[in-house]
């Protein structure tokens, strides 16, 4: 019989409360084998693999490149269908963006977690397993990509975000909408991601820096960061890509010692775009020399970097993989 592996990782999904604070529950992720709906699946056989049991938080990039591993390993076996992976819900939308990126099938891959732990009232996580696991069995979900499957919607790896510190309707796309939906043990996709892409990379480079502005910002923090070793940078800038008139030395300090300068938004939804030409406005930055990244989410954008830099460390070779749609140049004194 063909199966469904569940491929625990941790998060609250795996946690109980004791005392006064929510902890790690050894026993935790196998807990999920026990959950009493899988027994209507007939389809297929479930069987439950743990791969660790950590806080998300606690999720390195060498953990998520070992777990991008461990899956493209697992999806070779003809007789595995798909796979579902447990995981936090913090920086569930970071390593779901890697194996996106990085997994070399197309089998279906559906990322899950829980809001509340294993004894709250109202717990999500096996009914989040559930439904994963049909997303996973619905004919339409090969080749549409890593999803990511809570509270009965289903979205797309690259697309998605944690938007509520608490609320179990936690993951958004905010400018996408979800992929489709679970209903009555009904999956029903709307949509594909077009703007889904592979990078298919033998290595990651680890050392990637987020760095949010923020106003008086003297770009300190960016040149701290070279200093610290880090092999590239993104840097989360206001609106289109803006940020304050001193952090344009830095940035332009940076690009020329080699680091590339990768610049997003706070803003979640829409394009960073070279719009401005004032100091440390967006086309400004460019002509500095940064990189205007397509997706706004700096978070997104970092795990994209590691991945493109597991590739090449060449400047104007990783722009070409940020700035697909970028069809204005700057032009020599513009
Ligand atoms: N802090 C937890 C984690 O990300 C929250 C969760 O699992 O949802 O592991």
Excluded at 7 to 34: D, F, H, W
Excluded at 166 to 173: C, W
Excluded at 276 to 289: E, F, N, Q, T, V
Excluded at 293 to 313: C, D, Y
Aim: neutral net charge; proline residues 4%.
């Amino acid at each position: 019989m063909k199966k469904v592996v569940i491929l625990t990782t941790g998060g609250t999904i795996a946690m109980v409360k004791k005392g006064e604070s929510v902890v790690p529950y050894e026993k935790g992720n196998m807990l999920i084998s026990e959950i009493p709906d899988l027994e209507k699946i007939k389809d297929a056989k479930i069987e439950v693999v743990e791969f660790s049991n950590i806080p998300s938080p606690h999720m390195t990039p060498n953990d998520m490149w070992k777990l991008s591993k461990t899956i493209n390993r697992i999806l070779e076996d003809e007789d595995v269908l798909g796979i579902v992976v447990t995981h936090g819900t913090d920086t569930l939308e970071e390593t779901s963006y890697l194996l996106d990126l990085t997994l070399k099938s197309e089998k279906p891959v559906v990322c899950t977690a829980a809001m509340r732990n294993i004894g709250e009232l109202g717990t999500d996580g096996p009914r989040n397993v559930y439904s994963s696991v049909l997303t996973v069995l619905s004919p339409q979900s090969y080749g549409m990509g890593v999803m990511v499957c809570l509270n009965d919607e289903i979205h797309a790896a690259r697309e998605v975000t944690k938007t509520y510190t608490s609320n179990v309707a936690t993951f958004d796309s905010p400018g996408y909408g979800p992929l489709g939906i679970v209903d009555e043990d009904t999956v029903i996709f709307f949509r594909k991601s077009l703007t889904r892409e592979k990078i298919l990379v033998e290595r990651i480079e680890e050392k990637i820096a987020l760095i949010k502005t923020f106003t008086g910002d003297q770009g300190d923090f960016l040149k701290l960061a070279v200093k610290l070793g880090y092999k590239g940078i993104v840097l989360e800038g206001f609106g289109r890509g803006n940020v304050p008139h001193l952090v344009a030395d830095a940035v332009e300090e940076v690009v020329k010692s080699g680091i590339p300068v990768v610049v997003t938004s706070r803003c979640f939804k829409g394009r960073v775009y070279p719009v401005y030409g004032y100091k440390g406005g967006g086309a400004d930055l460019r002509k500095r020399g940064a990189i205007m990244s397509e997706h706004p989410i700096g978070q997104k954008a970092k795990i994209k970097l590691m991945v493109v830099m597991g590739k090449t460390s060449k400047i104007e070779e990783i722009r070409k993989y940020f700035e697909k749609d970028i069809k204005r140049r700057p032009k020599e004194n513009e």
